[in-house]
């Protein structure tokens, strides 16, 4: 049906044929996706035929038609999979699975063209080739060596298998984050309010009026997004319906139509042969050459470091919680079990440093959240953040633009921040459009920022939890690293960096959530517009590394599953994967896990896409060490230092990957990261 209608369209009328820098969003409809890609793919093709078999050539006719040779291409298919995750329907799905195996093979055919590979090669002998500047320079190396990783100089049989991989894994890892994303969706429970016992008044409130327009007055509708499913797992009272919460959870990605264990099987065979038929050992071999880590091995060794030096805390944190437990609920009261620990993590936090994360959600109303961002990085970065207008894929969608202190328009971006149905999980940022400098001046960059936060309800305005308000400031932190790029070469801009390195711009944007000075810009009572009390904010301070051990090790149990299970792991053996990845999860739970535990099931960060954070996943850890690190120089010479940020723009939000990570860090900070400054903040370490 979608290729039909595709193929009826006329590609003068198309709007994915005519993006410009305000997405006609409000045109774009599923049947557009088929006819521009096609249309794309035939003119990125004449393009790599005439690059392959130009004659003379220097960087501007060659390299840098090479470096925008995929631009259209990538901002289509990158809005098409982007409406596919935030207004998912049938229409959109098959959309972006029409398409996805036409990019799938037309990637992997360009990384194997030995015309284009023996023509860049060829302009790297030449006299130009060899006095290029440092960008231009690492843009040509980069590219030689990325030919060399996905395999143009694999002949034969290889290139064909080579092929076929490539576009099974985008096939398959699509398939699994859709079945998530509708699992997810499925999922409903209508409960009676004597149910939601202990829960905030504000859940209370938008899950009775969510159940009124589903025709179910009286009740409350519950759902598996995360600003329903973690409050009534901290605060129900109600064991039972806890429970019942929890495990529909680990349901998802293992009920029968939507099952992805045999797609986990599937997947890591597929990227370990990819990984072999290129010369890897494995897949994190492969996936680290070039990031910070450099191979699988090394950051497996440095997951396992902190494991080692965590654990003593970790194992104390969970004795306090039983005996807390115990003292609470009596001698005979059940054994902990998964559902119970953040329920009587909460109580134990409540009674040990009087602080109830709720009570600052009303200082937290997401318009003040965003104000109060914009006013601290216009402080820091000198960067003044507006609001604008532009077509919008909902009605909920906000449109800003970036200006420098100049008023030079530097990027404009979408947000789109509270749950829907038909939208997937979690937080994320993307970016539709690269600009940068240009001879005439600068091309504004276009990105976008998601989530999944509290929404509003009723006349209450959305009130965000403290980690919903970090979660903001993360993912604005990598928009700027976007936003702020002033790299020339197109696929070295912005984010486009090593993955161990990408989390360092949005994970340092988290510590100013913590920090008296910028809370007093924004943090203020929706209703009262009082600040946070000091005798609240000191509470939650103190509290503020409160089973630091446990969340820390929640994080190496991800990391160090991903990165066993494409290290150690044989996908080719008798082993489960899924029971594999279950046990060396429960040696970081504080409680034992069920047998049938599966949520690497639903894990859409390693399974979601051909790549993704599959043996990557340790990233975000790696990054906490140096934002942990870095931000003790904003610290030490004032978190509003004018100075420190221009000097963290020029070394690390400006420079993209035109030059390798280690050097920028050292550029900032004048020295290698310091590993202990991440322990130290979370208090696992004397100060």
């Known amino acids: 049906m979608t290729q039909t209608l595709s193929a009826a369209t006329d590609a003068s009328s198309n709007p994915l044929l005519n993006v410009g820098f305000r997405i006609p969003f409000d045109q774009i409809r599923p049947e557009h996706a088929g006819s521009a890609v096609d249309t794309l793919l035939a003119q990125a093709r004449d393009r790599v035929e005439h690059l392959a078999a130009a004659g003379a050539r220097g960087f501007a006719g060659f390299m840098h038609d090479l470096d925008r040779l995929t631009e259209e291409l990538n901002t289509v298919t990158t809005i098409v999979g982007h409406l596919d995750s935030v207004c998912s329907t049938d229409g959109w799905h098959e959309a972006k699975m029409a398409i996805l195996p036409r990019v799938s093979e037309f990637h992997t055919a360009l990384s194997l063209h030995e015309g284009l590979y023996a023509a860049t090669k060829a302009f790297a002998a030449t006299e130009e080739g060899q006095n290029l500047d440092p960008v231009r320079a690492r843009h040509l190396k980069l590219t030689i060596e990325e030919f060399q990783r996905e395999g143009a100089e694999l002949q034969g049989e290889a290139r064909t298998r080579l092929t076929e991989l490539n576009t099974r894994l985008a096939q398959v890892t699509s398939e699994f984050g859709k079945n998530v994303l509708d699992a997810t ?97 494995d897949f994190a071999d492969y996936v680290l050459q070039d990031r910070m880590a450099g191979n699988g091995a090394r950051a497996l060794s440095f997951e396992r470091d902190l494991e080692a030096r965590t654990r003593p805390a970790f194992e104390r944190e969970n004795a306090e919680l039983e005996a807390f437990y115990r003292e609470q609920a009596g001698a005979q009261a059940p054994e ?248 060396l999860m429960a040696a970081f739970s504080a409680t034992p896990l069920p047998g049938n535990y599966a949520m690497i099931a639903s894990f859409n960060h390693l399974f979601s896409s051909p790549v993704g954070y599959g043996a990557g996943y340790y990233s975000y850890k790696w990054a906490e060490v140096l934002d942990a690190d870095a931000f003790s120089r904003f610290a030490q010479e004032g978190i509003f230092n004018r100075e420190t940020g221009r000097a963290f723009v020029q070394s690390v939000l400006s420079r993209g990957n035109s030059a390798d990570p280690a050097e920028l860090y050292r550029e900032f900070m004048g020295r290698d990261p310091d590993a202990d400054a991440l322990l130290r903040r979370s208090g696992l370490l004397p100060a």
């Open 336 to 583: 902990l079990a998964p559902w119970d620990v953040a329920y009587w993590a909460e109580k134990q936090r409540q009674a040990k440093y009087d602080f109830d994360e709720e009570a600052l959600r009303p200082y937290f109303p997401l318009d003040r959240v965003l104000g109060g961002l914009f006013e601290i990085t216009r402080r820091i970065f000198g960067i003044t953040v507006t609001e604008d207008q532009a077509p919008a894929w909902h009605p909920e969608v906000r449109y800003y633009a970036i200006h420098d202190e100049a008023g030079t328009h530097l990027a404009s971006f979408y947000t789109d921040w509270f749950p829907r149905d038909a939208k997937r999980g979690g937080a994320w940022m993307n970016a539709f459009l690269t600009g940068g400098p240009k001879e005439d001046g600068v091309e504004p960059h276009l990105g976008l920022m998601c989530g999944n936060m509290t929404p509003p309800s009723g006349d209450t305005p959305a009130l965000l939890s403290i980690r919903e308000v970090e979660t903001v400031f993360h993912e604005f932190g990598h928009l700027l690293h976007h936003a702020l790029s002033s790299v020339p070469v197109r696929s070295l801009s912005g984010t486009q960096v090593p993955w161990d390195f990408v989390e360092l711009p949005s994970q340092i944007m988290e510590n100013w959530v913590m920090e008296r000075e910028a809370l007093d810009l924004f943090a203020r009572h929706h209703e009262t517009g009082e600040a946070i009390p000091d005798e609240l904010f000191a509470r939650m301070v103190a509290a503020r590394n409160y089973r630091a051990a446990s969340a820390a090790m929640r994080q190496y149990s991800f990391g160090l599953t991903d990165l066993s299970l494409h290290v150690e792991f044989d996908p080719a053996g008798d082993a489960d994967p899924v029971p594999y990845a279950r046990d």
């Open 185 to 281: 969706a499925a999922f409903e429970l209508y409960v009676a309010p004597e149910r939601l016992a202990g829960v905030p008044q504000r859940v209370l409130d938008a899950t009775a009026r969510d159940a009124a327009e589903k025709g179910h007055s009286g009740q409350h509708r519950l759902t598996l997004h995360a600003p329903v499913v973690m409050p009534v797992m901290t605060y129900a009272d109600d064991r039972e319906l806890r429970r019942e919460l929890w495990e529909a959870s680990a349901r998802v990605g293992i009920e029968e139509e939507r099952d992805n264990r045999p797609l986990i099987r599937e997947i890591l065979k597929l990227r370990r042969e990819k990984a072999q038929l290129l010369g890897f050992g």
